[in-house]
């Protein structure tokens, strides 16, 4: 099986745009949580998507939102980007379902925002 | 709120020797904890996870052990290689209920040969 995919590997934005960022889950996975990784914070989950419905959120300001789609990819996107944003944005996939006893996640190799 | 903390923050250790590596929780409901490898420019991996009904797993070179009257985890790596060295990430979820992890702040392993 492929693993969990992401794109663009890096990206370079500057203050005030906006950027999208994707992510394809595992087949067969329908829960896809997104993280940021900072050398600072370390990983921070963002929020998390299971059957097109975000079902948790992190404590992060409403600039971030995502959504995922029937197939179960996701879109993670950051508006009005701070220099403080720039980080590593990580996506998770699981096979989780609800009450489901198993929730592994399994990563990508995430992107690397720069802002400047 | 919902704290997980790791120890140490970087580790070295002669090859062949043995790696600890300690995390604590804050939220007594956690019962499932995994342990991430991040080698540079990738994604953190699993290389190993226990529940809160098991007291220790174990998968050849590499252990996990779990107190949950003190709410804490580790990681035991026995006869280190090079090529474990990487950043180490404990986390705790709550299985059922929950669907984030809480991640600890890595601890960067270097294995000198």
């Known amino acids: 099986k492929a693993g969990v995919t992401q794109t663009p590997r890096y990206l370079i934005k500057t203050r005030g745009q906006q950027v999208t960022l994707s992510c394809s889950p595992i087949s067969g996975h329908r829960s896809v949580s997104w993280y940021q990784q900072t050398p600072g914070q370390g990983l921070q989950f963002l929020f998390e998507y299971f059957s097109e419905t975000q079902r948790n959120k992190g404590n992060f300001p409403g600039r971030f939102s995502g959504r995922q789609f029937s197939n179960s990819r996701s879109e993670m996107n950051v508006s009005t980007l701070e220099l403080g944003d720039s980080a590593l944005y990580l996506c998770?996939?699981?096979?989780?379902?609800?009450?489901?006893?198993?929730?592994?996640?399994?990563f990508g190799p995430g992107t690397r925002l720069t802002v400047l | 709120g919902e704290n997980v903390e790791q120890h140490p923050s970087t580790l070295s250790v002669q090859e062949g020797d043995s790696a600890v590596i300690k995390c604590t929780y804050s939220d007594s409901a956690s019962n499932y904890f995994p342990w991430y490898k991040q080698e540079l420019g990738k994604g953190p991996q699993l290389i190993i996870d226990i529940r809160s009904n098991v007291g220790e797993k174990k998968d050849q070179r590499i252990a996990v052990t779990l107190n949950k009257t003190a709410k804490h985890f580790s990681l035991h790596i026995t006869e280190t290689q090079p090529e474990d060295s990487a950043v180490y990430f404990c986390?705790?979820?709550?299985?059922?209920?929950?669907?984030?992890?809480?991640f600890g702040t890595g601890t960067r392993l270097k294995v000198l040969a």
């Open positions: 998770a996939s699981s096979l989780l379902a609800s009450g489901a006893r198993r929730s592994t996640q399994y």
């Open positions: 986390a705790a979820s709550i299985l059922g209920r929950t669907y984030k992890y809480i």
